[in-house]
């Protein structure tokens, strides 16, 4: 039976093995880390969320865009450091205004068809994530936001998803946790929460049991194609060189896919857009107590949260589009604590564990999945601000495109 190589055990490239495996094929995956989802698929908003399947590529967001640029604590970060990859990246993204709506709509099927994936895969293998189906809540505090989000329902309840506008008393009885003078919002009662890094490292040993190998701490060098059409990975592991063919390879490699489709001949403008998340441990009653168990997304100031089991709260957020760097910055730290501040007085924030992920995202906001230009070549990866809620349908349209 022909080989099949994965490059990247995030949440793409696990639920990618695990598809293939299931069909019987015969899978290696390699990773640069020691464990699985040890990048972008770490400390994600943890939301699994159809509610949150818009696009980016609309005339307001931009000029929204453009206006936070002047503002240093603003959602949206951008360095204007000339850099092809970067403008390259944004041109094309302008250039998907006019598909706003169709994109929007097929990132809903795609997210409500994942879900499904996603539960039954939980459920044949017993992984434990901390799973929360108490729905998604969307928050907004003026009429004009909430006027245009009313917009985006309309767009979202065609793709298919059952959500509901609740005003302001609503909310409260939603999530009685939550402070603050809201003006009024949105609920997806379907929607859910959980922790992907728990889910990916789970999935990842359900792989190994269905006879999948993991080459951890491997990072792959080089990939070149022979006259055979069969593929030489060339990697490092610990030092030593490590060289093995295979017949077929998934780009599975989150922001390094470009640089892999580049070796494949392929172009995947894959570009990384920075987040930050903080984990607030929930260390005394007070907190667990005045925590929110409803996952929320405050529209306004870019901010999703999920109740990660009893003792964590997770905050994420933000978006810097700044190169590959994964630095921690104080500044950008900061906001997302002051939100939690504010909207959960009495939560303690004198524990949060900070983290930076770069979203791998393509310009249209949708993600790659199929075959590439040469024979052999797949990709699933580009699922940019929704990886986690999108990556058990791409993983099964993949392992179909291999199949046939
Ligand atoms: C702040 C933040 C909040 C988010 N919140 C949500 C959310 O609430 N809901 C949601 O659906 N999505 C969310 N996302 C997006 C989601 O987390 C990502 O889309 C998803 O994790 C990407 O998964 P991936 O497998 O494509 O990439 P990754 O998880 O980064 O995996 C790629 C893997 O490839 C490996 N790799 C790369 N190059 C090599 C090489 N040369 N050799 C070996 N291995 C290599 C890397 O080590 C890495 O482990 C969020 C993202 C961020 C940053």
Redesign the pocket.
């Known amino acids: 039976m022909s080989r099949i190589a994965i490059?990247?055990?995030?949440?793409?490239?696990v639920t990618t093995a695990y598809a293939l495996a299931r069909r019987g094929f015969n899978v290696t995956v390699?990773?640069?880390?020691r464990y699985?989802?040890?990048?972008?698929?770490?400390a994600?908003?943890?939301?699994?969320?159809v509610s949150?399947a818009e696009v980016w590529n609309h005339t307001a967001t931009v000029l929204k865009g453009l206006r936070w640029m002047l503002t240093r604590d603003a959602p949206l970060l951008l360095n204007p450091s000339p850099s092809w990859h970067k403008y390259s990246w944004m041109g094309e993204f302008l250039r998907q205004i006019p598909n706003y709506r169709v994109n929007t709509i097929e990132t809903v099927r795609l997210a409500l068809a994942a879900r499904e994936h996603l539960f039954s895969i939980a459920e044949r293998e017993d992984i434990q994530f901390d799973l929360e189906r108490r729905g998604i809540l969307h928050i907004y505090a003026h009429r004009k936001d909430y006027d245009a989000a009313a917009r985006v329902n309309v767009l979202l309840r065609e793709g298919g998803l059952d959500r509901y506008a609740v005003g302001a008393n609503e909310i409260g009885l939603i999530e009685p946790a939550l402070q603050g003078q809201f003006y009024g919002g949105f609920f997806t009662p379907s929607d859910s929460?959980g922790d992907?890094h728990k889910f990916t490292r789970g999935l990842a040993d359900a792989c190994v049991r269905r006879g999948v190998e993991f080459r951890y701490d491997?990072?792959?060098?080089s990939i070149k194609q022979g006259g055979d059409g069969h593929f030489t990975i060339d990697?490092t592991n610990a030092g030593a060189r490590n060289v093995d063919v295979f017949q077929q390879i998934v780009v599975?490699?989150?922001?390094?896919?470009r640089a892999?489709g580049a070796m494949l001949g392929d172009r995947v403008n894959v570009y990384p857009?920075?987040?930050?998340?903080i984990t607030v441990c929930l260390d005394d009653e007070q907190s667990r107590r005045a925590a929110p168990w409803v996952s929320l997304l405050d529209d306004k100031a870019k901010i999703?949260t999920?109740r990660l089991g009893v003792d964590r709260f997770r905050v994420?957020?933000?978006a810097e589009i700044n190169g590959f760097s994964r630095d921690i910055r104080a500044d950008r730290v900061t906001p997302l604590v002051e939100w939690t501040r504010r909207l959960f007085p009495e939560v303690s924030t004198a524990r949060v564990i900070p983290?930076?992920?770069?979203?791998?995202m393509l310009p249209r906001m949708l993600p790659r999945v199929g075959r590439g230009k040469r024979p052999g070549v797949f990709y699933n990866?580009?699922?940019?601000?929704?990886?986690?809620?999108?990556?058990a349908a791409t993983a099964e349209s993949l392992a179909q495109a291999i199949e046939t």
Not at 36 to 42: D, R
Not at 273 to 277: D, F, I, L, N, R
């Open positions: 490059i990247g055990a995030g949440i793409t490239g390699y990773e640069r880390h699985a989802a040890m990048e972008t698929s770490f994600n908003g943890g939301q699994l969320s949150n929460t992907i491997t990072s792959i060098d990697a599975c490699a989150g922001v390094g896919s892999f857009v920075k987040g930050y998340s999703v999920s994420a957020g933000t983290w930076a992920g770069l979203r791998p990866t580009g699922h940019g601000h929704l990886g986690w809620t999108l990556s």
